[in-house]
């Protein structure tokens, strides 16, 4: 333990983070941010790691259209809970599809867990 971080390099640390926030904002606006992190890290040395998805919607919405999406999409059946407002489905996941179901016009915010990773105590 001989180095010690600057001032300097910490501040880099801090500014390189706040950049990486502020683009997870913007490009991910829907999702978790600790999830896209996890997501990143997770994708260096698995190819389409399983998370289970907790997707909230708005109401009102074509559930069996959705349904059916879904399933065409993943290959996995979805569960809806709260008056068809959540939607909670486990599937392999990359950067592309979570970007592709955040600009869902009908998507309020994802969180999501990775597989096996002591159940939902991410949500």
């Known amino acids: 333990m001989s180095t010690t971080a600057t001032t300097a390099e ?3 640390v801090v500014d390189k983070f706040n ?7 913007t490009v991910f606006p829907k999702v978790d941010p600790r999830m896209v992190v996890g997501l990143i890290i ?3 040395t698995e190819k389409r790691p399983i998370y289970t998805l907790e997707t909230v ?3 009102g919405q074509k559930i069996d259209s959705i ?4 399933l065409n ?6 569960g809806f809970y709260l008056q068809n407002t959540k939607i909670i489905v486990t ?4 950067l592309e599809l979570l970007k592709r179901i955040n600009d869902l016009d009908y998507v309020v915010s994802i969180k999501g ?9 991410d949500f």
């Not at 999409?73 to 979805?78: E, I, K």
């Not at 867990?113 to 105590?121: E, K, L």
Request: charged share 25%.
């Open 10 to 12: 910490i501040q880099e």
């Open 19 to 25: 950049t990486l926030d502020n683009a997870l904002k």
């Open 42 to 44: 997770r994708e260096k």
């Open 57 to 59: 919607i708005k109401p």
């Open 67 to 70: 349904r059916n999406d879904i």
């Open 73 to 78: 999409v993943t290959g996995m059946a979805p």
């Open 91 to 94: 599937h392999a996941l990359d």
């Open 113 to 121: 867990s990775p597989y096996g990773a002591g159940g939902s105590s």
